[in-house]
């Protein structure tokens, strides 16, 4: 059973989540916040498997609390809901850990799937509001914050191959029939890349490809 913990300032949304939440037969929600400084604290008092994250709350927003529990000894996955695809604080949660987002009018089956992702490690990057995100907030980066090439130096040219289809929003599958290579295969160098990034997830890969420039190579 996937514990679900809700992070939003508006009651009406947080009962519509639960509602969805509690309406499957592999999900319960555990928990509702109004704040990210709740959402921090209820994740240190009991199971939590993802908290559906809105951004920005009082008190505490939700980038600070996304940063706050992925300093946590604890297995808790963050999915950022927001209303604006092109939003700063967005990006900011997917660099403190957050392991995707989704706009909040994603369709019901889109939400209840991306938390079965998250749950199960994965990472949700949707190929065009990530990419129009990224865009959005490097033009605005000063250019003493654009990590160099150099921290691609120690990849392959194969690692680098695989670095742009994930980038690029392709799954282990497509980017095995892209580089005909064995899905196992594509495992082991995500898995590499992780390691030599020093990445979190697939998310983490992106803004690192993006940042580096390695799209517009």
Same mark, same amino acid.
């Given at each position: 059973?996937i514990k679900?913990?809700? $992070? ?6 947080? *009962?519509?989540? %639960?509602?969805m ?7 319960e929600?555990?928990? !509702? ?11 240190r008092?009991?199971r939590? @498997?993802?908290?559906?994250? @809105?951004? %920005?709350? #009082?008190?505490?927003?939700?980038t !600070?609390?996304? +940063? +706050? ?6 297995d &808790? ?5 927001? &209303? ?14 957050a *392991?995707?987002f989704?706009l909040?009018?994603?369709? #019901?089956? !889109?939400?209840?799937? $991306? ?12 190929p &065009? ?8 907030? $490097?033009a605005?980066? #000063?250019s *003493?914050?654009a #990590?160099s090439q ?5 990849? &392959? ?7 742009? !289809? ?5 799954n282990?599958?497509?980017?095995g029939?892209?580089l005909?290579m ?5 495992k ?9 990034? %020093?990445? %979190? ?8 490809a ?6 517009d @190579?």
């Amino acid at each position: 059973m996937i514990k679900v913990l809700l $992070a939003d300032d508006q009651s009406l949304v947080r *009962s519509g989540l %639960r509602m969805m939440v509690d309406s499957t037969d592999d999900m319960e929600c555990v928990g !509702e916040a109004s704040d990210g400084a709740e959402a921090v604290a209820m994740v240190r008092s009991r199971r939590v @498997d993802v908290v559906l994250m @809105d951004i %920005r709350m #009082p008190n505490m927003d939700g980038t !600070e609390a996304t +940063r +706050r529990i992925a300093e946590l000894d604890v297995d &808790t996955k963050v999915l950022v809901l927001t &209303t604006f695809d092109l939003d700063e604080y967005v990006f900011a949660a997917l660099r403190n850990g957050a *392991s995707g987002f989704l706009l909040k009018d994603a369709l #019901p089956e !889109e939400l209840l799937g $991306a938390i079965r992702v998250v749950a199960a490690g994965g990472a949700i990057v949707a190929p &065009t509001a990530t990419r129009r995100l990224l865009d959005h907030v $490097a033009a605005k980066l #000063p250019s *003493s914050q654009a #990590p160099s090439q150099d921290k691609l130096a120690a990849l &392959t040219e194969r690692e680098r191959e695989v670095l742009v !289809e994930v980038s690029r929003g392709a799954n282990n599958t497509e980017i095995g029939q892209r580089l005909y290579m064995a899905e196992g295969t594509v495992k082991t160098h995500i898995g590499r890349l992780l390691s030599k990034l %020093r990445a %979190r997830d697939r998310v983490g890969l992106v803004l690192i490809a993006h940042e580096c420039g390695l799209l517009d @190579d």
